[in-house]
């Protein structure tokens, strides 16, 4: 059984999204699935995301499977940063400014230099997947995370930012991807 956990971006939650969905396909394979509700957009500093992170430790094991939507992104690789795990799946991802009205915001997540030796050395599996078309991350900032971390974007056409508003309220193609890492 594997502890997978699945992290929202800003003024994000648990119940959106595919998140409810992905989240009971896992617990029906028979892993445990944790859901954290960060503070956001008020309160919402990578501080406070990593104690909140921090009510789920026990949970946190080399074997853990991470997965971020936007902001949860940097936030996983901040964890990654600190922790082993056994793979990230980042959705709509991103490190750095990316130039739109949440840059202040996000400041204390990706406004770094990010210790890619160490988060590569924490985790060996990564999969991207970034859309053609997102509204607020551009998909040259997925390439550069995908080279920093020596992969491949998975591109698909027309997913916007993976969210309810462009369809995705499941996600089939993640869930595909996580399966032969359980």
Known sequence: MANIFIIHGVGGY???N?????????????HKVIVPQFPTPENQTLSNWLNELEKYKEFLTSTSIFVGHSLGVPFVLNVIERYP??????????VGKEGNQFDDSMKTFVQKIFNWTQIKSNCKNFIIFHSDNDPYIKLEKAQELAKNLDVEVNVVKGAGHFNSTAGYTSFDLLLE??????
């Open 14 to 16: 648990p119940e959106e």
């Open 18 to 30: 595919w998140f409810p969905w992905l989240k009971n396909e896992l617990e029906r394979l028979g």
């Open 85 to 94: 795990v056994k793979a990230a799946f980042l959705v709509s991802g991103f």
């Open 177 to 182: 991807k996580i399966k032969p890492l359980l």
